[in-house]
């Protein structure tokens, strides 16, 4: 059987696509299945990778898809719509998909990275992370501030695949003032 990595952002600049990428290769090598990545740009969705993509959907040269981030620029193409193609998601699911939707807990993580360092003495708790949506954000803010462990300014959104953004999201807490600095660190997301 061959499956289909699908991505709009190229494997190459994530770490979490990168390990996603030789894991399916570490299954392939075990024999059974083999595996294709296609990569289109979100912005720019009519891409030689696209292009292979719907070809080999439409040719049945694909037994599944697996899209290790939301397809929804892809909704009334036969890439979501062919009957009998398996599919899954990396992602939040919505009441429209079809397919099955796995989405990391976010909210477990936080309640135990929360729980472990305020045990060990942490009051001033700060959260680097990219957050698609502000409201996944102010549910953090919140969290946080109801269980007095940092304030809003401790808790900073940086793009994802850009380490850069990381950084300065890092300097900006640690150039605050004594009392304000965090005395400890969530990082939200491995990008």
């Given at each position: ?42 912005a720019h969705i009519e ?145």
């Open positions: 059987c061959r499956y289909g990595l699908v991505s709009y952002i190229p494997f190459s600049e994530s770490r979490f696509l990168l390990s996603m990428q030789r894991a399916a290769m570490r299954l392939a090598e075990e024999g059974g299945c083999t595996f294709t990545s296609y990569c289109y740009e979100e891409t030689e990778g696209y292009r292979r993509l719907i070809e080999d959907v439409e040719s049945h040269r694909v037994a599944g898809l697996i899209f290790l981030n939301p397809p929804y620029n892809l909704e009334d193409t036969p890439v979501l719509v062919q009957k009998g193609l398996p599919r899954v998601a990396h992602g939040r699911a919505r009441e429209s998909d079809t397919f099955p939707c796995i989405m990391f807990d976010h909210r477990l993580f936080l309640e135990k990275s929360v729980g472990h360092l305020a045990g060990i003495g942490r009051r001033r708790i700060a959260v680097i992370g990219s957050y698609l949506h502000r409201e996944e954000m102010e549910e953090d803010i919140s969290y946080l501030a109801a269980r007095k462990l940092s304030s809003p300014k401790l808790t900073q959104n940086c793009t994802p695949w850009h380490p850069w953004s990381a950084r300065q999201a890092a300097l900006l807490l640690m150039g605050l003032s004594e009392k304000e600095r965090p005395d400890a660190l969530i990082i939200r997301d491995d990008h």
